[in-house]
C-alpha cells in the first residue's frame, strides 16, 4: 500500500482518537503526546 499523495515538507493536521488533539506534522506522529492515544490523518477519511 502506498502513501497517500503528500508533499514531504508539508505539514498536515493529525487528530487524537481519544483526547481529540491536533498535531501538525509531516509524517504520523504515531502517539498522542498528551495521552499516548492512537493519531489519526484528518485529511484521509477512514473506511
Ligand atoms: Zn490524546
Not at 487528530?15 to 489519526?40: K, S, W, Y
Amino acid at each position: 500500500m502506498r502513501d497517500v499523495d503528500q508533499s514531504a515538507d508539508s505539514e498536515t493536521p493529525y487528530e487524537c482518537f481519544d483526547c481529540g488533539t491536533i498535531v501538525l506534522a509531516a509524517t504520523n506522529p504515531g502517539q498522542c503526546d498528551d495521552c499516548g492515544g492512537e493519531i489519526r490523518n484528518r485529511l484521509i477519511p477512514l473506511e
